[in-house]
C-alpha cells in the first residue's frame, strides 16, 4: 500500500515524574522537557492523593515517595514555575482530589495570565478503579461521582481542551483483569460517568462532553493481543455513544486514550529484560494508526527495584523518540487493514466485552458492580489465575520461571545507587514548609472559604467554584478533604477476598499445596491451636493490594485463617488487630517505598503489647540494603517481586510460624 501523502504527527511523549518536592519535581520537569519530552505526567505522592496534608498521621514516611507533594497553592506554583502552562500538556494522575487539584493547576494557570481556554491536559478522576485496584479512593461512590460531574461541568464550560476525566484500565489489568475484563469494566465506568453528567443537567452540548472523555490503558508484552484490544476499545466506545447517547459527531465519538505500559510486568531478576519488554508493549498501542494511542509513558527498566533515576526516564523517552522518528512507523496507513487474523481477534474481544458489560449493567451499573464485591473478585480470581499460570510455567517469563540462568548484571552493579534514593529529609522539610503556610495565611478567609465548601457540598451546587475559593484563600490538601470527609463520610471499598475461595487452590499444582496444606495442619495441631492465623496489614497509604491479596488467597487455601481488613491501616490499628485476633503471624505489605518507617512503627508497637516474639514478615518492592536493615530489625523475612510463586512464600510462612515457637524443622514432600 502507499505511504500516507503525510508523515503522522507523533504521539505525546511522556515520563511519570516526580518525587521529593515541588522544587525537586520541577527541575526535573524542566530537564525532561529539554530533553524532547513533549508532555508533562505528574505523580503525586500518596497523602496528595488521598486528601491528607504531610504532617497527618497517615502520611508518616509515605510523603515525597512515589510522586510530589502538593500541599497548596504555593507547591503548585514551585511545580510548575518557569513552564508556560499556555502552551503545555500535562498529565495528572490523580482521582480522589482530582477537582482539587486540578483548581490549584488553573489557579496558578490564571496567574501566569495563561487563557483557560488554552489549558490542554488531563485530570486522571476515575475513581471506580480505585475502589477496584489501586486504593486512592477517599468518598463513597456516589459523592466521588458528583465531584467527577461538577469537574466535568465546569471544564466544558471553562477549560475546553482539557480532559476532565481519564477513564483507567490501567489499573484493572494490573489487579487481574483479562483483556474481555479489562474493556467491559472501564467502558461500564465510562457510562456511570456520561450518565452521571447527563442526569444532572448541568450541559446542555451532550457531544462536547463524549470528546473530553478520554482513557488511560496498559499494555502488556501480547502485543498483538494489545493491538486488537485497543481496536475493539474504539469500536464499542463509538457503538455505546451511538446507540445510548445518541451522539452523530464522528470527532466527539473519536476513542482518545493515552497509555503506560505495564509496571508491574517488569522483573527484579535480570532486570535488563524490562528494557526490550518495554519496547514490545509499546508496540501494542502504536503498531495500528486506527487504535493509536495519543500519548505514551514508559515505565523504567528498574522500576521492579526502586525509583527510576533521571537517566533511567531519559532511556525510555529515548526508547519513544527513536520509534517515532527512526522507524517508518508514522508513513504508512493502518497495518491491519484487511487482515483476517486481526478481525477474528477483534471480534472475539468485542464479542466477550459485550456479554461482560451487559452483565455489569443488568446488576445496576458499575457503582452497584462495585458495592456487591463482584468487580473486586473477579478481578482477585482473574490475578490468581494468571499467578497459577507462572508458577506451573505455562506463562514464560524470561529470566524467572524460565532461564533463570544469568551472568551479573552492570545495570545493577551500583547496588543502591542503581535506583533514585529519597531523602528522609524530605518529609520534615515539607512540614515546615506547611506550618508556614499555614501562618502566613489569613484565618478568616480560610474559614470562610471552608464554610462555604461544607453548605455546597452539603446541597446539590456544583463545588469546582467553592474548590477554586479555597484555593484562593490558601486552604491545604488536607482541609479541603478534611471538609468534604466530614459531609460526605469515607468508604472502604469491599476486599474481594470472599469471592475468591479457592481460587489460588485451583491454579496451583495440587501436590505442592497439598504438602503445604499438612504443613500448616500439623502446626498447629503441634501449637494446639485450631488454625494458624495471620494478619495481612497494609500500613500507611499505599493502596496497591493486589499481592497482599493474593498472598491471603493462597495462605487461607494453604490452612491459614486469614485476618484481613484491607487498605491505608495505622501501625496502631495493625497492632490492636495482631492483639485482637490473637494471630501467629503478621505479614505487612509496603510497595510505597515507606517500608522502614511502617514497618519499624508495627514492631514497636507489638513491643509496647509485649508481643516481641510474634514474627513479622514483609513484601514489596524493597532494595537490598533496606532488607538487611529490616532483618536487623527483627523481621523475620523479606519478600519481594524476585519471589513469585505464592505457594513457596506460604511454605515459607509456615517455617517462620515453626521458628518463632522453637519447633523442629518439619519437611513434608510434595507428590
Same mark, same amino acid.
Given at each position: 500500500?502507499?505511504?500516507?501523502?503525510?508523515?503522522?504527527?507523533?504521539?505525546?511523549?511522556?515520563?511519570?515524574?516526580?518525587?521529593?518536592?515541588?522544587?525537586?519535581?520541577?527541575?526535573?520537569?524542566?530537564?525532561?522537557?529539554?530533553?524532547?519530552?513533549?508532555?508533562?505526567?505528574?505523580?503525586?505522592?500518596?497523602?496528595?492523593?488521598?486528601?491528607?496534608?504531610?504532617?497527618?498521621?497517615?502520611?508518616?514516611?509515605?510523603?515525597?515517595?512515589?510522586?510530589?507533594?502538593?500541599?497548596?497553592?504555593?507547591?503548585?506554583?514551585?511545580?510548575?514555575?518557569?513552564?508556560?502552562?499556555?502552551?503545555?500538556?500535562?498529565?495528572?494522575?490523580?482521582?480522589?482530589?482530582?477537582?482539587?487539584?486540578?483548581?490549584?493547576?488553573?489557579?496558578?494557570?490564571?496567574?501566569?495570565?495563561?487563557?483557560?481556554?488554552?489549558?490542554?491536559?488531563?485530570?486522571?478522576?476515575?475513581?471506580?478503579?480505585?475502589?477496584?485496584?489501586?486504593?486512592?479512593?477517599?468518598?463513597?461512590?456516589?459523592?466521588?461521582?458528583?465531584?467527577?460531574?461538577?469537574?466535568?461541568?465546569?471544564?466544558?464550560?471553562?477549560?475546553?481542551?482539557?480532559?476532565?476525566?481519564?477513564?483507567?484500565?490501567?489499573?484493572?489489568?494490573?489487579?487481574?483483569?483479562?483483556?474481555?475484563?479489562?474493556?467491559?469494566?472501564?467502558?461500564?465506568?465510562?457510562?456511570?460517568?456520561?450518565?452521571?453528567?447527563?442526569?444532572?443537567?448541568?450541559?446542555?452540548?451532550?457531544?462536547?462532553?463524549?470528546?473530553?472523555?478520554?482513557?488511560?490503558?496498559?499494555?502488556?508484552?501480547?502485543?498483538?493481543?494489545?493491538?486488537?484490544?485497543?481496536?475493539?476499545?474504539?469500536?464499542?466506545?463509538?457503538?455505546?455513544?451511538?446507540?445510548?447517547?445518541?451522539?452523530?459527531?464522528?470527532?466527539?465519538?473519536?476513542?482518545?486514550?493515552?497509555?503506560?505500559?505495564?509496571?508491574?510486568?517488569?522483573?527484579?531478576?535480570?532486570?535488563?529484560?524490562?528494557?526490550?519488554?518495554?519496547?514490545?508493549?509499546?508496540?501494542?498501542?502504536?503498531?495500528?494508526?486506527?487504535?493509536?494511542?495519543?500519548?505514551?509513558?514508559?515505565?523504567?527498566?528498574?522500576?521492579?527495584?526502586?525509583?527510576?533515576?533521571?537517566?533511567?526516564?531519559?532511556?525510555?523517552?529515548?526508547?519513544?523518540?527513536?520509534?517515532?522518528?527512526?522507524?517508518?512507523?508514522?508513513?504508512?496507513?493502518?497495518?491491519?487493514?484487511?487482515?483476517?487474523?486481526?478481525?477474528?481477534?477483534?471480534?472475539?474481544?468485542?464479542?466477550?466485552?459485550?456479554?461482560?458489560?451487559?452483565?455489569?449493567?443488568?446488576?445496576? @451499573?458499575? !457503582?452497584? =458492580?462495585?458495592? %456487591?464485591?463482584?468487580?473486586? +473478585? *473477579? $478481578? &482477585? /480470581?482473574?490475578?490468581?489465575?494468571? #499467578?497459577?499460570?507462572?508458577?506451573?510455567?505455562?506463562?514464560?517469563?524470561?529470566?524467572?520461571?524460565?532461564?533463570?540462568?544469568?551472568?551479573?548484571?552492570?545495570?545493577?552493579?551500583?547496588?543502591?545507587?542503581?535506583?533514585?534514593?529519597?531523602?528522609?529529609?524530605?518529609?520534615?522539610?515539607?512540614?515546615?514548609?506547611?506550618?508556614?503556610?499555614?501562618?502566613?495565611?489569613?484565618?478568616?478567609?480560610?474559614?470562610?472559604?471552608?464554610?462555604?465548601?461544607?453548605?455546597?457540598?452539603?446541597?446539590?451546587?456544583?463545588?469546582?467554584?467553592?474548590?477554586?475559593?479555597?484555593?484562593?484563600?490558601?486552604?491545604?490538601?488536607?482541609?479541603?478533604?478534611?471538609?468534604?470527609?466530614?459531609?460526605?463520610?469515607?468508604?472502604?471499598?469491599?476486599?474481594?477476598?470472599? @469471592?475468591? !475461595?479457592? =481460587?489460588?487452590? %485451583?491454579?496451583?499444582?495440587? +501436590? *505442592? $499445596? &497439598? /504438602?503445604?496444606?499438612?504443613?500448616? #495442619?500439623?502446626?498447629?495441631?503441634?501449637?494446639?491451636?485450631?488454625?494458624?492465623?495471620?494478619?495481612?496489614?497494609?500500613?500507611?497509604?499505599?493502596?496497591?493490594?493486589?499481592?497482599?491479596?493474593?498472598?491471603?488467597?493462597?495462605?487461607?487455601?494453604?490452612?491459614?485463617?486469614?485476618?484481613?481488613?484491607?487498605?491505608?491501616?495505622?501501625?496502631?490499628?495493625?497492632?490492636?488487630?495482631?492483639?485482637?485476633?490473637?494471630?501467629?503471624?503478621?505479614?505487612?505489605?509496603?510497595?510505597?517505598?515507606?517500608?522502614?518507617?511502617?514497618?519499624?512503627?508495627?514492631?514497636?508497637?507489638?513491643?509496647?503489647?509485649?508481643?516481641?516474639?510474634?514474627?513479622?514478615?514483609?513484601?514489596?518492592?524493597?532494595?537490598?540494603?533496606?532488607?538487611?536493615?529490616?532483618?536487623?530489625?527483627? !523481621?523475620?523475612?523479606?519478600?519481594?517481586?524476585?519471589?513469585?510463586?505464592?505457594?513457596?512464600?506460604?511454605?515459607?510462612?509456615?517455617?517462620?510460624?515453626?521458628?518463632?515457637?522453637?519447633?523442629?524443622?518439619?519437611?513434608?514432600?510434595?507428590?
Amino acid at each position: 500500500m502507499a505511504k500516507l501523502p503525510e508523515r503522522d504527527r507523533p504521539w505525546v511523549m511522556r515520563t511519570y515524574a516526580g518525587h521529593s518536592s515541588a522544587a525537586a519535581s520541577n527541575a526535573l520537569f524542566r530537564r525532561n522537557l529539554g530533553k524532547g519530552q513533549t508532555g508533562l505526567s505528574v505523580a503525586f505522592d500518596l497523602p496528595t492523593q488521598t486528601g491528607y496534608d504531610p504532617d497527618a498521621e497517615l502520611a508518616r514516611g509515605e510523603v515525597g515517595r512515589v510522586g510530589v507533594p502538593v500541599a497548596h497553592l504555593g507547591d503548585m506554583r514551585t511545580l510548575f514555575d518557569g513552564i508556560d502552562l499556555g502552551l503545555a500538556n500535562t498529565s495528572m494522575t490523580i482521582n480522589a482530589t482530582a477537582m482539587w487539584l486540578l483548581s490549584l493547576y488553573v489557579t496558578v494557570a490564571r496567574e501566569q495570565g495563561a487563557p483557560l481556554a488554552s489549558l490542554a491536559g488531563t485530570t486522571q478522576n476515575d475513581i471506580v478503579k480505585e475502589y477496584l485496584s489501586r486504593g486512592t479512593h477517599i468518598f463513597p461512590p456516589g459523592p466521588s461521582l458528583r465531584l467527577t460531574t461538577d469537574t466535568i461541568a465546569w471544564t466544558v464550560a471553562n477549560c475546553p481542551k482539557w480532559n476532565p476525566v481519564n477513564i483507567c484500565s490501567y489499573h484493572l489489568q494490573e489487579a487481574g483483569a483479562t483483556p474481555v475484563q479489562e474493556v467491559a469494566f472501564a467502558l461500564a465506568t465510562a457510562i456511570a460517568v456520561l450518565d452521571a453528567v447527563r442526569d444532572s443537567g448541568q450541559v446542555a452540548d451532550f457531544a462536547a462532553v463524549a470528546a473530553r472523555i478520554s482513557f488511560f490503558v496498559n499494555a502488556s508484552v501480547r502485543f498483538v493481543e494489545e493491538t486488537a484490544k485497543m481496536r475493539a476499545f474504539g469500536l464499542l466506545w463509538d457503538r455505546i455513544l451511538t446507540d445510548r447517547y445518541e451522539i452523530s459527531d464522528k470527532s466527539a465519538k473519536r476513542f482518545r486514550y493515552g497509555v503506560q505500559v505495564n509496571s508491574l510486568g517488569l522483573t527484579e531478576s535480570q532486570p535488563e529484560n524490562n528494557v526490550q519488554r518495554i519496547v514490545l508493549e509499546m508496540l501494542g498501542v502504536t503498531l495500528s494508526r486506527d487504535a493509536r494511542a495519543r500519548a505514551v509513558q514508559l515505565p523504567a527498566w528498574n522500576e521492579a527495584l526502586g525509583l527510576p533515576r533521571p537517566w533511567d526516564q531519559q532511556w525510555s523517552l529515548r526508547m519513544q523518540q527513536v520509534l517515532a522518528f527512526e522507524s517508518d512507523l508514522l508513513e504508512y496507513p493502518d497495518l491491519f487493514e484487511g487482515s483476517h487474523v486481526m478481525t477474528a481477534l477483534v471480534d472475539d474481544l468485542v464479542a466477550g466485552a459485550t456479554a461482560e458489560l451487559d452483565r455489569v449493567l443488568e446488576m445496576g @451499573g458499575v !457503582v452497584a =458492580a462495585v458495592e %456487591s464485591g463482584y468487580l473486586k +473478585s *473477579a $478481578l &482477585v /480470581a482473574s490475578l490468581a489465575e494468571r #499467578r497459577g499460570r507462572m508458577e506451573r510455567g505455562e506463562d514464560v517469563v524470561v529470566g524467572v520461571n524460565r532461564f533463570p540462568e544469568t551472568e551479573p548484571s552492570p545495570l545493577v552493579a551500583a547496588g543502591a545507587a542503581a535506583i533514585e534514593q529519597i531523602d528522609p529529609a524530605v518529609e520534615s522539610a515539607a512540614v515546615e514548609s506547611l506550618l508556614a503556610w499555614r501562618a502566613a495565611r489569613t484565618p478568616a478567609d480560610v474559614d470562610n472559604a471552608l464554610e462555604r465548601l461544607r453548605q455546597v457540598a452539603g446541597g446539590t451546587g456544583n463545588l469546582m467554584e467553592a474548590t477554586l475559593d479555597c484555593v484562593r484563600a490558601g486552604v491545604t490538601t488536607g482541609e479541603w478533604a478534611s471538609v468534604l470527609r466530614d459531609v460526605f463520610g469515607e468508604y472502604r471499598a469491599p476486599t474481594g477476598l470472599t @469471592g475468591a !475461595v479457592s =481460587a489460588g487452590a %485451583s491454579t496451583v499444582p495440587g +501436590s *505442592a $499445596l &497439598v /504438602a503445604v496444606r499438612e504443613r500448616v #495442619r500439623r502446626t498447629a495441631e503441634e501449637l494446639g491451636a485450631g488454625r494458624l492465623r495471620m494478619l495481612v496489614g497494609k500500613p500507611g497509604l499505599d493502596g496497591h493490594s493486589n499481592g497482599a491479596e493474593q498472598i491471603a488467597v493462597r495462605a487461607r487455601d494453604a490452612g491459614f485463617e486469614v485476618v484481613y481488613q484491607g487498605i491505608r491501616l495505622t501501625s496502631a490499628q495493625i497492632v490492636a488487630a495482631a492483639v485482637e485476633e490473637d494471630v501467629d503471624l503478621v505479614g505487612l505489605s509496603v510497595l510505597s517505598g515507606s517500608h522502614l518507617a511502617a514497618v519499624a512503627s508495627v514492631l514497636e508497637g507489638l513491643r509496647a503489647e509485649g508481643l516481641d516474639d510474634l514474627p513479622v514478615v514483609v513484601g514489596g518492592i524493597i532494595p537490598p540494603s533496606d532488607a538487611a536493615t529490616l532483618l536487623a530489625s527483627g !523481621v523475620a523475612r523479606v519478600f519481594t517481586p524476585k519471589d513469585f510463586a505464592i505457594t513457596d512464600v506460604v511454605d515459607e510462612l509456615v517455617t517462620v510460624v515453626r521458628e518463632a515457637h522453637k519447633l523442629p524443622i518439619l519437611v513434608i514432600q510434595a507428590q
